[in-house]
């Protein structure tokens, strides 16, 4: 089983039957993350198309002002989720510096959440990975997946030592400092991802097909020196030790646990 760790699979469009057979045929596990409301609702569509798909409920950084002053309407959905993401911050793409107070207020909503219920989150950290890191030790966040993590090395070290996991995706193939930082990871924090369908279309103008995870993985077993197959079980095994204490995830625990064998 190859894990995609982060992934937008209401973006596909025409092409989602195209994806949910690639899924299957490829066995890939991807946990569907939303970006707010609009994308939850099809998301957990799709989750009922296949077992394999695990939806979970965020709100982007960017669709924070939006959402910032009714975020107790978002409860039931919170608590309804398995785990929480896509949240995050993002001081990078948005510049407009007005919006920050709300997307670190949307943000630490969805962080006391996940501390009371125990969930996992998934991260956007773009031009914010020292106030993402702040916020973690403050709220207690152990278990964090970083996704697609670009940000200074000081900081990557710093949430390495914090114990976050760290999801590598599709830039590893062009970018040298996707990959010093895909070498640098230590073995038992280190996820895979792909971030499709955009991820591959913002590099290189292409639609990612969740096979992508595959091209992903052999570029980052060559970089480390070990064999792909050997790299998908490492990830599949961190992944196992991520959920293996939630007790939402029990089910996916046991499929995943199986399908190792
Ligand atoms: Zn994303």
Same mark, same amino acid.
């Given at each position: 089983m190859l894990i995609d760790a982060h992934a937008h699979l209401d973006k596909y469009g025409d092409l989602l039957d195209d994806a949910l057979r690639q899924i299957e045929e490829e066995q890939i596990f991807p946990i569907a993350t939303a970006m707010d409301l609009s994308s939850y609702l099809p998301i957990l569509q799709i989750a009922e198309m296949s077992d394999l798909v695990l939806p979970?409920?965020?709100?982007?950084?960017?669709?924070?002002?939006?959402?910032?002053?009714?975020?107790?309407?978002l409860n039931p959905i919170i608590e309804q989720s398995r785990a929480i993401g896509e949240i995050g911050l993002d001081f990078h793409w948005v510049e407009d510096s007005s919006q920050y107070p709300a997307q670190i207020k949307v943000l630490e909503y969805f962080l006391?959440?996940?501390?009371?219920?125990?969930?996992?989150?998934?991260?956007?950290?773009?031009?914010?990975?020292?106030?993402i890191l702040k916020l973690l030790e403050r709220y207690d966040? +152990?278990?964090?997946? %970083?996704?697609?993590? #670009?940000?200074?090395l000081d900081i990557l070290r710093a949430l390495v030592q914090f114990g976050a996991y760290f999801t590598i995706g599709v830039e590893v193939l062009y970018s040298e400092t996707i990959q010093a930082i895909a070498k640098e990871l230590p073995e038992n924090l280190l996820l895979t991802e792909t971030d499709n369908p955009g991820g591959l279309k913002w590099l290189k103008g292409v639609v990612g097909m969740p096979n992508q995870i595959e091209k992903v993985v052999?570029?980052?077993? +060559?970089?480390?020196? %070990?064999?792909?197959? #050997?790299?998908?079980?490492?990830?599949?095994?961190?992944?196992?030790?991520?959920?293996?204490?939630?007790?939402?995830?029990?089910?996916?625990?046991a499929m995943l646990a199986l399908s190792k064998r």
């Open positions: 979970i409920f965020g709100i982007h950084p960017r669709r924070a002002p939006e959402y910032a002053d009714h975020l107790s309407e006391a959440a996940a501390r009371e219920q125990k969930k996992f989150v998934n991260l956007h950290t773009k031009g914010a990975e020292e106030e966040i +152990k278990r964090a997946i %970083v996704h697609w993590y #670009s940000g200074p052999d570029a980052i077993g +060559k970089l480390r020196g %070990v064999s792909s197959e #050997s790299l998908a079980l490492t990830v599949h095994e961190n992944f196992l030790r991520l959920i293996e204490p939630d007790p939402w995830l029990r089910e996916v625990y």
